[in-house]
């Protein structure tokens, strides 16, 4: 028997496809059912995600909702706070549809920057500025690779290196580290993923360190961090022979 949430996506697809519905009250109906489209629910929630990428005072909303101000009190937890923090997580930790992405699907630097920019003004304006930069540099760490195929891409390395925020670089680290997902591997395997990965961000570092220096140091730190795991991973198998 198939799953309720194959067939609540199954609903969401007709409806996005019909235009049966303006597009903000389709967003607000995806945001109530998005646990039930999983994680993958960026591939059903399709409004949600495009209104969600293009019109900064829906991403700053979902901050509020998640997030209390820096120097304010939290409010009083009730179920429905609750539920809509709940949702906000999901749609956050979920969402590889890149700043400044257009309706159309295309993406500039133009594009990012201001999308950016103005999400950054609001959230300053909600007391949320930090966790705003850090949701921002999680995002920005799930696109995809430049033409010269070095990542990050070059909008975003361009408006990440010139923003300068330690907070934008941080989210950034945790987004690179988070967006491997569950790893499985052989017994006796060792540390081979880890180095792998690890070359690979040490080559986009060495790529960036003239133009984005900042960038760079993050992306070498990434690989620092991997060539320890693979050290631990290498150890691990040692011991696993020698009690073998």
Known sequence: MLPDSYYIQQAIEYVEESGSIDQMRLVQLEFGLIKALGFDGEQHAVSLYVVLMSQPELFVELLCLLYKSKNGEAEAKTESNEWAASNAWNILHACKRQPGTMED????????????????????????????????????????????????????????????????????????????????????????????????????????????????????????????????????????????
């Open 105 to 244: 699907g295309t993406i500039t630097e133009e594009s990012v920057r201001a999308f950016i920019d103005k999400v950054r003004e609001l959230a300053k304006e909600k007391d949320r500025i930090e966790v705003c930069d850090i949701q921002l540099g999680e995002i920005m760490a799930r696109g995809g690779i430049g033409a010269d195929e070095i990542f990050p891409s070059e909008h975003v390395r361009n408006v990440i290196e010139s923003i300068d925020s330690d907070e934008m670089f941080r989210g950034f680290r945790t987004g690179c580290f988070n967006k491997r997902g569950v790893t499985s591997r052989g017994v006796f395997d060792g540390g081979a993923q880890e180095r792998e990965l690890a070359a690979e961000y040490r080559a986009n570092a060495k790529a960036l360190e003239i133009t984005h220096p900042k960038l760079s140091g993050t992306l070498e730190s990434l690989a620092k961090a991997y060539d320890r795991d693979g050290l631990v991973e290498d150890q691990e198998v040692r011991l696993r022979r020698e009690g073998g």
